[in-house]
């Protein structure tokens, strides 16, 4: 059974950067697509970055680019979101997803969260 959980989460101030992580078992993710969603208080949940496993290409949303990376340790199957430039406006539970078919439309398994919250 694939398992996500998201760690790194914190309080930073504007400007300042986090790391989050998403350690994902059960399975081999080659061919899925990984995903970062977030989901501020009383809004949408809303795309973030993806990342294809297998060939290492990524996507993000027009927010983050530029601010955020995502990448992967094949080694310690993780997929990572570095946070740079972080503004008030990213505070968010921010969620894992994977994708098993491969297309970054439908994913299929998610973890709990972990707050971001950036002060101003």
């Known amino acids: 059974q694939v398992q996500l959980v998201e760690s790194g989460g914190g309080l930073v101030q504007a400007g300042g950067s986090l790391r989050l992580s998403c350690a994902a078992s059960?399975?081999?993710?080659?061919?899925?697509?990984m995903g970062w969603f977030r989901q501020a208080p009383g809004k949408e949940r809303e795309f973030v970055a993806r990342?294809?496993?297998?060939?290492?290409?990524?996507y993000y949303a027009t927010a983050v680019k530029g601010r955020f990376t995502i990448f992967r340790d094949n080694a310690k199957n993780t997929v990572h979101l570095q946070m740079n430039s972080l503004k008030p406006e990213d505070t968010a539970v921010y969620y894992c997803?994977?994708?098993?078919?491969?297309?970054?439309?439908?994913?299929?398994?998610w973890g709990q969260g972990t707050q971001v919250t950036v002060s101003s």
């Open positions: 059960g399975r081999t993710f080659s061919g899925y697509v």
């Open positions: 997803a994977a994708d098993p078919a491969g297309l970054g439309i439908r994913y299929a398994y």
């Open positions: 990342l294809s496993w297998s060939g290492g290409s990524t």
